[in-house]
């Protein structure tokens, strides 16, 4: 038995919750890694994982050797990055968590080229709506959205994105563009909500940011379900220009009232602070940050264009 291979075996285990989800991972039989595991248990004389028939539970010994051996396994990759970066292409795993539509949108487009730039680099992407615990979920990286909280957390600024108003053009041919406003108040709305609670609009009214409550007959917590809502001309959202970029360029939906836009909102790749940062995560984020990078100006130039006033033609 290769000790740290075990090791590194029952950390991704405790990871996935499942010893065929292993194997698939590592290219290996399920039987191969119960094998791996148990010859580990026998090496250490404690038990380390509770077999069921449908599922996997960690002993409290089990616990207590993954807090270890998580921080075992990330020194050494960090070890072998430092020795035999410079004379070896990154390779592994990276292991990301990001909104599922931003990640859709965003992330997973860009794979295709940075998988031809480093073949051997492997991307575990992560969807949540929710804040994740990158160190207990056993993340390398997270996309956080707005201000960062988070002390504990390391961050490297991928850009900023606008929030804006938009609505297609077959929403506006039936309906004036707003103005100002005031105007919004005789339009139809698509809500973000979270449970029963109605997410306002921020607006910029002068040098004031100010809450507008919007109305509409359709409420919705999923970014997803809002980008269709205005795609079928359901009404007028606030979105983050990511979600709708490729829509405006093709000029099938349009910025409203773009004076009234708020301030620009930073996007933020974070990772555990006081550890070095494995080749194989450190190329991905320079590859993301890179490619991020190329779109700031392009966001400048649709909010600024006369295209995007949302004046009905």
């Known amino acids: 038995m290769d000790r740290l291979d075990a090791i590194r075996l029952f950390v991704r285990l405790v990871e996935c919750g499942s010893f065929s989800a292993v194997g698939r991972e590592e290219g290996i039989g399920q039987p191969a890694v119960s094998k791996q595991i148990s010859a580990l248990e026998r090496h250490l004389g404690a038990q380390l994982v509770l077999r069921t028939s449908r599922r996997i539970a960690i002993t409290e010994a089990g616990q207590t050797f993954y807090d270890a051996a998580k921080q075992l396994v990330d020194d050494a990759d960090a070890l072998e990055s430092l020795v035999g970066e410079r004379q070896h292409s990154p390779r592994g795993i990276v292991r990301i968590s990001t909104a599922p539509a931003h990640g859709r949108l965003c992330i997973t487009p860009l794979l295709p080229g940075f998988f031809r730039q480093y073949p051997d680099v492997a991307i575990d992407l992560s969807v949540s709506e929710r804040s994740v615990d990158l160190v207990g979920d056993g993340l390398d990286l997270a996309v956080r959205h707005g201000r ?50 109605r997410y306002p609009w921020r607006l910029k009214v002068g040098k004031e940011v100010v809450s507008y409550l919007p109305h509409g007959a359709l409420v919705t917590s999923d970014a997803e379900h809002i980008r269709a809502a205005v795609l079928c001309g359901l009404g007028i959202a606030q979105v983050p220009l990511w979600l709708m970029r490729d829509e405006i360029r093709t000029g099938q939906v349009r910025i409203l009232l773009p004076t009234l836009q708020p301030e620009r909102l930073p996007i933020h790749l974070v990772f555990p602070s006081g550890r070095r940062m494995p080749m194989r995560v450190r190329v991905f984020v320079d590859y993301l940050v890179s490619h991020y990078a190329g779109e700031r100006s392009t966001a400048g130039r649709q909010i600024g264009s006369p295209s995007g006033i949302g004046a009905k033609p």
Request: net charge negative; glycine share 4%.
């Open 148 to 197: 960062l909280v988070d002390s504990s957390m390391t961050a490297r600024q991928l850009g900023e994105t606008d929030f804006i108003l938009v609505a297609s053009v077959a929403y506006l041919e039936e309906n004036d563009a707003p103005r100002r406003l005031s105007d919004l108040d005789h339009h139809r709305c698509v809500v973000f909500a979270k449970g029963r609670e």
